[in-house]
């Protein structure tokens, strides 16, 4: 097993050099390209040694202002280079050569396909050549990249281009220069033969920005939504934060290799090509939002990460919980509000929650890591915005832009913490957010106890807070904001939506008192989910329905409808004789009947709670309690709501044809509503539903239609499953991001033999261990999206996720350390499935080549 290699935010210090500047040659080869890296660095303590990083390189030569340095004058030990004695100030070259086709870790530089590309963050720059590879340490790059003519005519680094031309031997060179500094985790350098999309964006300045999108030969249609996307983005930046791009020109490059989703290199963002490439008859709705999101959050990280960054990697929020935030605004100023923010919360109630509860929680800037890649999490991307989004709530629109213009003015070009933001946000604001800072230590899920009384001689009702806050050390209360709606018992709404009113519980325990309220008001908590805490309060049922008729909120009437359903799931997991609740059946034909309402919310109010908020609930997990009370409440809304299910789905098939702006909201109903008409699985609905979901297939002019009706007929194993999963697969066989929803579909196969038949397809020509949207799509779908047959009680689905994840810490560590999730949080199932998870870990943690990404997860997990 690899070395403990814990790093700690307590044991932080300045760095003992710097690098104002770096040039860098590139030789490209595809199995032996040489790097020359010239440095200027200045010495910042005297007498300590020069340290730099380096992983996987073979060194050519080392040079202090053009001296060869003998074997004697430094060393390489425990990925790095040491030099003992070093000028004051110099210049520092260092020639390597890598082997990108080797690359299979993706970090660093690695051939993509047919081109060569670079993934510097958190770490991969040390890949490259022997550096400072940490945020704080910024600097001016120069690059020239130097290849094949034929095979690399596009050669792409950050910045604007200062020079180009021909070389011998049908070699071309092209040089880049950044005018900012920047740290080498958002250097980027790509080198292929692509097809190249153009577009130019006047920023309000009236300076002309060019915009140009490359992608695989055949797919430059495909990328003119994310084009658009990149110009709202921009548009939207200026007009909401004052913010204005900064170079001539903004590259995007979308490769099929890739780990994360798109990173923010300055000047030319790599993606996954998922994030970019689209069209009507290859990409989804949801797609099409993943798209406009990502390009969105990958051009604000212009200001928030890039010229402005981390000190650290502990402060990752400060630029992550941010940018996601902005990223957030923008989808909701766009779209809609209300569903944006619902599918925001509902990560958060699942995947979050979930990871607090794990033994991999950590506060959004952790105090000890040993991988970085491991925390690149929902807690620090989703709950950092969280947190970013309550400031936005306790200061306002006016003066949290206040904040952020004091943070630009005063941070702008500098590495910086979270202290330093919270500090800017709190002076321009004019706001004391000192105990707020707390929410950056915190790790863990707050919860907040609220209960009522009513003085009916004098009209007031009392709410009284009470804050649970095990997760600080000192046992100090936390700063958060609760949004309260008062509504009365005939439905009308004493404050909220036209009166709005936050409280702000800032102590262990606080009363809030409200004047002339009429006894019976419902009390409507944690309106928007102001705050990513658990809220424990006394609401009946029929409080909850009376919020769903009544509320003027949007994100509370979807809360209530799923309370009531998470409620009746709960009951019946517990009982040998199941039933359903009749308010459950009047809240869903509330639903039902709702004409106002946008159809995506009345699908969202409608969609069961996923199965892993449900595990979040309860301790030991009562898994096939669980499911098979889900299944019930499922079958019985639509046994009893039947003709309503139908009614309303029929208006969705007649309304579409005609339907525009609201189209993508009508499928996602019709897909929830054609999932209840699959429910009750008797002879008449299936034969009834195999029909419509042939049918809708047959007729799918776009991707969402054809596989919403693939994915219905997998859940429910209709009998056209087998035909239509084979048209689907022969049709685009040949493409892989839409063979990848075939993938997942395969992955979440409820029968007995989902294994057998996610094996088969790994033997399917277009499944790639090497790309990571294949992994994920498939073994991925099977251990985080099937509960039902990963959490087989005989464990094979834990056997089979370990024999994957071991030939994946040799290939992938990154993805493997992602995939392993769903086994860390062993000790909260039954003692049959604690026991057989937690075998299947320790087998991983006795493997001697444990990556540390692996290492850190699996002792984590194995420690509780």
């Not at 991969?124 to 550096?131: L, S, V």
């Not at 930046?237 to 490059?253: A, H, T, W």
């Not at 003085?455 to 009702?461: C, H, K, S, T």
């Not at 009946?540 to 979807?558: E, G, M």
């Amino acid at each position: 097993m690899s070395q403990d290699t814990t790093q700690y935010l307590k044991d932080y210090t300045t760095p003992d050099y710097l690098i104002s500047d770096i040039g860098l040659e590139f030789e490209l080869n595809e199995t032996a390209t040489v790097v020359t890296a010239i440095s200027n660095v200045t010495c910042q303590r005297a007498g300590a040694p020069l340290k730099l990083d380096g992983e996987d390189l073979e060194l050519l030569s080392v040079s202090i202002n053009q001296h060869a340095l003998e074997a004697g004058e430094y060393r390489l030990e425990d990925n790095m280079l040491l030099i003992e004695e070093v000028p004051e100030t110099f210049e520092l070259t260092i020639v390597t050569q890598i082997n990108p086709s080797e690359n299979t870790k993706l970090e660093g530089l690695y051939i993509a396909g047919d081109a060569f590309c670079t993934q510097c963050e958190a770490q991969g720059f040390r890949r490259i050549t022997y550096y400072l590879d940490r945020p704080d340490v910024m600097a001016i790059y120069t690059t020239k990249v130097i290849a094949d003519r034929d095979k690399y005519p596009f050669l792409l680094s950050n910045g604007n281009k200062i020079d180009s031309g021909e070389l011998d031997g049908n070699r071309h060179f092209a040089t880049w220069q950044d005018p900012h500094k920047k740290p080498a985790y958002l250097f980027a350098l790509v080198a292929g033969d692509f097809d190249l999309l153009t577009g130019e964006y006047e920023t309000r300045s009236g300076r002309k920005v060019a915009l140009e999108f490359f992608v695989d030969k055949g797919n430059k249609e495909k990328a003119t939504y994310a084009l658009g996307a990149l110009q709202r983005s921009m548009k939207w930046d200026e007009e909401r934060f004052g913010l204005e791009y900064d170079l001539d020109i903004y590259m995007v490059v979308a490769v099929d290799f890739f780990n994360m989703g798109a990173m923010e290199n300055k000047g030319l963002n790599v993606f996954n090509s998922k994030y970019v490439l689209a069209d009507k008859e290859s990409a989804t709705d949801k797609d099409f939002h993943g798209i406009e999101s990502v390009i969105g959050h990958e051009y604000f990280h212009n200001w928030t990460g890039n010229r402005i960054t981390c000190r650290d990697w502990f402060q990752l929020s400060l630029k992550e919980g941010l940018t996601v935030f902005r990223d957030q605004e923008f989808s909701s100023d766009l779209g809609s509000r209300a569903v944006n923010r619902i599918d925001a919360v509902k990560v958060i109630r699942s995947h979050q929650f979930s990871e607090d509860a794990s033994p991999m929680a950590h506060p959004i800037r952790p105090e000890a890591v040993m991988e970085m890649n491991n925390f690149y999490t929902v807690t620090v991307y989703n709950k950092g915005a969280e947190v970013i989004r309550m400031i936005h709530t306790l200061l306002g629109e006016d003066r949290f832009q206040a904040g952020m213009r004091e943070y630009v003015s005063q941070f702008d070009g500098m590495a910086v913490t979270c202290d330093d933001f919270v500090n800017a946000m709190a002076t321009g604001s004019g706001v004391d957010l000192a105990q707020f800072k707390r929410w950056y230590q915190q790790k863990g899920t707050p919860i907040v106890t609220s209960t009522q009384s009513y003085d009916a001689r004098r009209r007031q009702l009392t709410l009284t807070l009470e804050q649970e806050f095990t997760g600080n050390s000192d046992n100090s209360p936390l700063h958060i904001p609760i949004n309260i709606e008062l509504i009365s018992p005939t439905g009308e709404i004493l404050s909220g939506k036209n009166s709005p009113r936050t409280l702000e519980l800032i102590d262990t325990e606080q009363s809030f008192t409200f004047d002339d309220i009429e006894q019976g008001t419902t009390a409507v908590l944690l309106g928007d989910f102001s705050a990513p805490i658990k809220l424990k309060d006394t609401q009946t049922a029929d409080d909850l329905v009376h919020i769903l008729s009544y509320s003027r909120n949007d994100i509370s009437r979807w809360d209530s409808a799923q309370q009531l359903l998470t409620k009746v799931i709960l009951e019946n997991s517990k009982q040998i004789t199941m039933s359903i609740d009749d308010q459950l059946l009047v809240a869903v034909n509330i639903v039902l009947n709702d004409n106002d309402s946008d159809p995506a919310l009345i699908a969202l109010a409608l969609e069961l709670p996923a199965d892993m908020a449900l595990f979040e609930l309860e301790t030991p997990i009562n898994v096939d309690g669980l499911l098979a009370a889900k299944q019930f409440v499922k079958q019985q809304i639509a046994l009893h709501c039947h003709d309503a299910l139908r009614l309303r789905y029929e208006r969705c098939v007649e309304e579409l044809p005609l339907a525009t702006s609201t189209s993508s909201a009508l499928r996602s109903l019709k897909m929830v509503l054609m999932s209840y008409l699959c429910a009750p699985a008797t002879p008449e609905s299936v034969e009834y539903m195999d029909g419509e979901i042939a049918q809708q297939f047959a007729d799918a002019k776009e991707m969402t239609e054809s596989i919403n009706a693939l994915t219905l007929a997998c859940q429910y194993q209709l009998p056209s499953f087998e035909s239509l999963s084979d048209i689907f697969s022969s049709r685009w066989s040949e493409n892989g991001l839409v063979m990848d929803k075939w993938f997942m579909t395969i992955g979440q196969w409820p029968a007995s033999d989902a294994i057998e038949r996610v094996i088969d397809a790994m033997n399917q020509p277009s499944f790639s261990w090497q790309n990571p949207n294949r992994v994920r799509s498939l073994i991925g779908a099977f251990a985080q999206g099937n509960a039902k047959k990963f959490h087989q009680i005989d464990g094979s689905g834990y056997r089979y996720l370990t024999q994957q994840l071991i030939k994946l810490n040799d290939i992938n560590p990154q993805i493997a350390a992602r995939l392993v999730t769903p086994l860390l949080s062993w000790h909260k199932f039954d003692e049959t499935r604690s026991a057989l998870m937690k075998s299947e870990l320790t087998t991983l943690a006795k493997l001697p080549t444990l990556s540390k990404d692996l290492l850190e997860k699996v002792t984590l997990s194995l420690s509780q």
